[in-house]
């Protein structure tokens, strides 16, 4: 069901987020992203799914709204350099809304590591990784069209907005709430900037975590250790998971999360 090719995606490790959440009627995601944890875990009664990146949510609006228009211009789309350069050259203009998901999905996927807004270099296999990786990379984008088609699904019931993630927050201070929090890296944990719209201060992120501590529901919160972040929530609850981030370097991320896990739950990390 993977759609969005998305820097600091939670494909890999979404299933162990998944396992630790408590049961909940609402569920809300601020920072949606590509949207790994939200297309795996079981609906609830309410789910309300929002991006301040108008993009992503013209995306994921249009694979809800229009999924077969969208997913049969996919389907025609080459994977091509002609095409990559394309969508940086035609973006926005004058596009209706089913184009721009299209172009949008094409500097995602065809982008190396998914840097659709810093005009990345065409991700290709070249004459060094050869025939295999050539077919990987090619079948990877010609299966987007049938997982639009599989999200479209998913979506049907969800509120997608395009609002501030910190009056969302605000709005649903509820005990039946559980809220995943994947917010922008702070930029002192990574190399380099990876998004439209980032969090680029500190006092973004400690406005942020003074306002989760103030939620009344559970709250399961994801990104790279920091001290920050350490001082803030040191009564939370913490798991460490090992992944792969930029160029496929192994790094550690942090989950903390304000509830009792049941006894039952462990997995290995």
Request: aromatic residues 12%.
């Amino acid at each position: 069901m993977k759609v969005l090719k998305w820097p600091g995606s939670k494909w890999s490790m979404a299933q162990k987020i998944i396992e630790i959440m408590p049961k909940h009627n609402i569920y809300l995601e601020p920072f949606f992203g590509s949207g790994a944890v939200f297309f795996l875990k079981t609906p609830c009664n309410t789910e309300i799914l929002n991006d301040l990146d108008g993009e992503v949510v013209n995306l994921f609006r249009t694979i809800r709204d229009n999924p077969n228009e969208l997913a049969q211009k996919v389907f025609l789309t080459p994977y091509s350099r002609e095409e990559y350069k394309e969508s940086y050259e035609r973006n926005n203009k004058n596009l209706d809304n089913i184009e721009k998901a299209r172009q949008f999905l094409i500097r995602s996927n065809m982008a190396r590591a998914g840097m659709q807004y810093y005009s990345s270099s065409w991700r290709h296999a070249g004459p060094v990784l050869g025939a295999k990786t050539k077919q990987r990379v090619t079948g990877d984008w010609n299966k987007i069209s049938e997982h639009i088609l599989e999200a479209a699904v998913r979506l049907k019931d969800a509120e997608i907005e395009n609002k501030n993630a910190f009056n969302l927050i605000k709005k649903y201070n509820r005990e039946d709430c559980l809220i995943y929090v994947d917010p922008p890296y702070l930029l002192s944990t990574r190399r380099q900037r990876y998004y439209n719209i980032e969090m680029t201060e500190d006092h973004e992120h400690l406005e942020l975590l003074k306002l989760l501590k103030e939620h009344s529901g559970p709250i399961i919160l994801s990104g790279y250790e920091s001290e920050l972040y350490q001082n803030i929530l040191k009564d939370w609850k913490t798991i460490e998971i090992r992944t792969n981030a930029e160029q496929g370097k192994e790094r550690t991320e942090v989950l903390w999360f304000n509830f009792e896990l049941p006894q039952q739950i462990g997995f290995a990390i």
